[in-house]
């Protein structure tokens, strides 16, 4: 599956962006979809995921109340709202495909990376 990953930007403490994940051509309910991020220096870090099927999210605890995943099946989107953006929340996202599946490893599908930068 290919990804188009968007909505990156730079925004201050406290702000919000909101991260697309395009997977056009496919039934997202047949796809778990998620988010890795990657700070410099940093492991990877799983972020957020919407499981196939009924669409079970998952978020890191770094994220939760924070971030909010979801899943639009008529423009085979997947979103990330993520509000009260901190300057730890800075690093490049990836959106990650994993078809039938409750969880998201990235198994058959990475989009390319969109950078996240918050200033303090």
């Known amino acids: 599956v290919q990804l188009q990953a968007s909505g990156g930007g730079s925004v201050q403490a406290g702000g919000s962006l909101r991260l697309s994940c395009a997977a056009s051509g496919h039934t997202l309910d047949n796809w778990a979809i998620g988010w890795f991020r990657q700070a410099p220096g940093k492991d990877r870090e799983g972020v957020s995921c919407?499981?196939?099927?009924?669409?079970?999210?998952y978020y890191s605890d770094s994220v939760k109340g924070r971030f909010t995943i979801s899943r639009d099946n008529d423009k085979a989107t997947v979103y990330l709202q993520m509000n009260d953006l901190k300057p730890e929340d800075t690093a490049v996202y990836y959106c990650?495909?994993?078809?039938?599946?409750?969880?998201?490893?990235?198994?058959?599908?990475w989009g390319q990376g969109t950078q996240v930068t918050v200033s303090s």
């Open positions: 919407i499981s196939s099927g009924r669409g079970d999210t």
């Open positions: 990650v495909a994993d078809r039938l599946s409750a969880f998201c490893s990235g198994h058959d599908g």
